[in-house]
């Protein structure tokens, strides 16, 4: 009988690499997204004996030990705070994680607690009742956060080739869409980027910032009458926005 979930060797890594990259350490953030994809084959490797799940165990606390240590250095500026603010929110993460891999190596811990939902919640992923959909999701997410990583290494062909990878994987996930159109919106391939803005706007119709984008790439292909569009449904959907701000706010 196995003595762990092999989901667990998934999240792991996963959470590792939103950690590493919170920390502007790509290179090992994405290494850390690769291992989470290559799960089954450490799953493989880990689980032939208790030693080295513990070993991998020892890893992962000694990890969280040193990053604990770095988040407690000063803040000196906004930037400083935004990071660190970031930061602390995938330690977190990585920290529950861990511990969920903690208590199976001790036999503490129920299935429920490994359930997709659970799982899903503790990284924001919209998991649903179809297990098959939910493992494409979490692949698809640990590419797609990948390809930001790769984005923020100036890596753009191999951050392209993952957002393609994440939106195979999960059609109805809009953020790849997004970045694809983004790339070759600076790359000033903007047929391209009219392409993929179109798929995202199908999807998030009321998102302003598309249209502004769309905009701006239909001006530059010579679409003027379509371009004007884009942008005039952008203007009303901040005004429709800023409505809303104002509406919200404590009357004084």
């Known amino acids: 009988m196995n003595i762990i979930n092999s989901a667990l060797i998934f999240w792991l890594y996963y959470a590792q690499g939103l950690l590493y990259k919170s920390l502007q350490k790509y290179k090992e953030a994405i290494d850390s997204f690769d291992s989470a994809l290559d799960f089954q084959q450490y799953y493989a490797v880990l689980c032939e004996d208790m030693a080295s799940l513990q070993t991998e165990l020892s890893t992962h606390q000694n990890i969280l ?3 604990g240590k770095s988040l407690n250095r000063k803040i000196t500026n906004l930037n400083d705070l935004n990071s660190k603010n970031t930061a602390e929110s995938a330690f977190k993460a990585y920290s529950q994680i861990v511990g969920l891999f903690s208590r199976a190596l001790d036999n503490s811990i ?3 607690s490994l359930s997709a939902s659970k799982l899903g919640a503790i990284f924001d992923i919209p998991f649903t009742s ?3 959909q939910n493992f494409r999701l979490q692949c698809a997410y640990a590419h797609y956060n990948k390809a930001l990583t790769l984005m923020l290494s100036k890596e753009l062909k191999q951050a392209l080739s993952a957002l393609e ?8 996930f809009c953020q790849p869409y997004i970045e ?3 790339i070759y919106k600076e790359q000033k391939k903007y047929a ?5 803005y179109d798929k995202a706007i199908a999807m998030e119709y009321d998102n302003s910032e598309l249209y502004f984008n769309r905009s701006v790439v239909l001006f530059e292909l010579g679409k003027t009458a379509d371009a004007k569009n884009d942008f005039a449904k952008y203007q009303k959907l901040q005004n429709k926005e800023e409505g809303i701000k104002l509406y919200d706010e404590p009357q004084v």
């Open 165 to 172: 990878i994440a939106n195979k994987l999960a059609p109805e």
């Open 130 to 132: 179809d297990d098959g």
């Open 65 to 67: 030990s040193d990053v």
């Open 192 to 196: 391209k980027a009219v392409t993929e």
């Open 180 to 182: 694809k159109a983004n």
């Open 110 to 112: 129920d299935d429920e």
